[in-house]
């Protein structure tokens, strides 16, 4: 199975931006689905993420607040694909 990372945005946020482009250079490398979810579409998900976004969870698990810390990923992707 794919891994699936998630990225909690909203629209107009850049750091939202430089993160999604980033998660989908990623795709070239890795095999995982990429799954954006607007906090602004849910009033629990605005509450809970809107002073953090953008949020990036693997496989339900949040890793980043922000911005990615690429080294990290690329390691948890490698070590997702192997299982």
């Known amino acids: 199975?794919?891994?699936?990372?998630?990225?909690?945005?909203?629209d107009r946020c850049h750091l939202c931006e430089v993160a999604a482009a980033l998660l989908e250079q990623l795709q070239a490398d890795f095999q995982f689905e990429l799954e954006?979810?607007?906090i602004e579409a849910d009033e629990q998900l605005h509450a809970r993420y809107l002073?953090?976004?953008?949020?990036?969870c693997l496989d339900g698990a949040e890793l980043y607040d922000f911005e990615i810390?690429?080294?990290?990923?690329?390691?948890?992707l490698s070590?997702?694909?192997a299982r």
């Open 69 to 76: 810390d690429l080294p990290d990923l690329k390691s948890r």
């Open 79 to 81: 070590a997702a694909s």
């Open 1 to 10: 199975m794919k891994p699936r990372i998630t990225i909690y945005q909203r």
């Open 36 to 38: 954006r979810v607007d």
């Open 51 to 56: 002073e953090r976004i953008p949020v990036i």
